[in-house]
């Protein structure tokens, strides 16, 4: 018969919907705060609008962030965290190419659904940690380490140098696209889309490592 400890286990389902109900609670935070930065702005909306859009109080609020720059990081990694979970459903069998194409159009549509002020609001926030793009709490996703995880899967099927260090590469490049996006969103580009923008930049880093041919089919 199996070990089991009925009240255990009860404590345990407990303490998951606490967890996924403080986590429900954050995102609903940082959803009504970006609606609110959207509509009238970031420094013109208080933490008390922030509260009455996202039907909390005060109290659970600084519960969860101490200050709006927190909300900032927090939108960050929202957004890091929804392109990761775009790639789980990828073709296990594509390419690094085809892998950092889908990494570089995700990221693009989702950056290109905020008006570009707020985008560049919440970049400037960004970047002053950019050498790990934002310093994330202990098990959350950044850019970069998404990155550093598509390199290492290439590494292991030959399509890279294998000498290379697959967590420096994507910290570079996670810098890379943090720059390319604050520049999308605060100056003027031609012509260029933001999807060709980080692109261009990808495939300067990669053309230096590939140990075979890109495929042209992820041209």
């Not at 260029?192 to 230096?208: S, V």
Request: proline residues 4%; aromatic residues 6%.
């Amino acid at each position: 018969m199996p070990d089991t400890d009925p009240a255990r286990d009860a404590r345990h389902r407990r303490s998951l919907l606490r967890q996924d109900r403080s986590r429900q609670t954050r995102e609903n935070i940082v959803r009504a705060a970006a609606r609110l930065w959207n509509d009238q702005g970031y420094e013109q909306t208080s933490v008390a609008e922030i509260c009455d859009a996202g039907g909390v109080g005060r109290t659970t609020y600084y519960f969860h962030f101490e200050t709006k720059e927190q909300l900032l990081g927090e939108l960050t990694w929202l957004t890091a965290h929804g392109v990761a979970h775009s790639l789980d459903d990828a073709d296990p069998d594509t390419d690094v190419d085809q892998r950092v194409a889908l990494f570089m159009a995700e990221l693009s549509r989702r950056v290109e659904a905020m008006p570009r002020h707020l985008a560049a609001t919440v970049l400037t926030a960004a970047m002053p940690g950019v050498a790990r793009l934002g310093q994330f709490p202990e098990g959350r996703v950044d850019f970069g380490h998404t990155l550093a995880q598509i390199f290492a899967s290439a590494q292991q099927r030959g399509e890279i140098d294998p000498n290379t260090d697959t967590d420096e590469l994507g910290a570079i490049l996670g810098g890379m696209v943090m720059e390319a996006m604050l520049r999308w969103a605060t100056e003027h580009t031609g012509d260029r889309t933001l999807t060709q923008l980080l692109q261009y930049r990808a495939t300067l880093i990669l053309d230096g490592l590939r140990t075979t041919p890109r495929n042209s089919t992820s041209r």
